[in-house]
């Protein structure tokens, strides 16, 4: 009787020792999944911020625009101290047919120049004046502000689609996905067109 009693312990024995040991491994295991789980998510978290970091280096490779603050400025010249540091005086060609200066020029007002050279001198193809362009516009559809930074917001809560950010990139506003040239940039107005259309827009003072 005894024997059967001393052989029934060790089996219980035994059967808690296999128990302790499958929980153990199923911890291990567990542990070795979350593990895994957490450096996947770390490459695809390093890959994703690689290829947001070239894309950004890779637009502005490709944006040929100057930006600066206009310091001294004539009827037919913008001199600019760029974001560089560098001091820059862009010509106004008399022979230019339309505006390219948008948004007037005032000392102190943040500019984007884009230029070409001609007999070793820089002539402006087109200058937006940042400084004028930011603030609120609205028209029938449209009620939303430039900020600066790159934010734009709606002050139309039922808009479905509202524009979300801006930039400009090579002479053209771009509005979240929406690229528009700018064909006027006044004290009072805005005019933009893309492939749709032309859109009009007046200052909300």
């Not at 911020?49 to 040929?64: G, I, K, P, Q, V």
């Not at 010249?77 to 390219?100: A, C, R």
């Not at 930011?134 to 734009?152: A, C, P, Q, R, Y």
Request: glycine residues 6%; hydrophobic residues 35%.
């Amino acid at each position: 009787m005894m024997q059967r009693n001393a052989t029934k312990n060790k089996n219980c024995q035994q059967n808690k020792t296999i128990m302790i040991m499958k929980k153990i491994s199923t911890l291990l295991l567990s542990f070795a999944a979350l593990l895994t789980f957490i450096a996947c998510n770390n490459k695809k978290s390093q890959k994703v911020l690689s290829h947001s970091t070239a894309e950004l280096e890779n637009n502005a490779a490709r944006d040929s625009t100057v930006y600066g603050t206009m310091v001294d400025g004539g009827m037919n010249s913008i001199l600019l101290q760029t974001d560089k540091g560098d001091t820059i005086e862009y010509l106004i060609n008399p022979n230019d047919t339309i505006e390219v200066v948008k948004g007037g020029k005032l000392s102190g007002d943040r500019f984007a120049v884009i230029s070409y050279t001609e007999y070793g001198d820089r002539f402006v193809r087109s200058a937006i004046n940042i400084t004028s362009l930011l603030g609120t516009w609205t028209s029938l559809d449209k009620n939303f502000e430039i900020k600066e930074g790159g934010t734009v917001t709606s002050k139309i809560q039922s808009e479905t689609d509202p524009w979300t950010s801006w930039k400009l990139f090579n002479g053209k506003l771009i509005l979240s996905k929406d690229t528009f040239e700018i064909n006027q940039l006044g004290a009072d107005s805005l005019a933009l067109e893309n492939a749709n259309g032309i859109f009009v827009y007046k200052r909300d003072k």
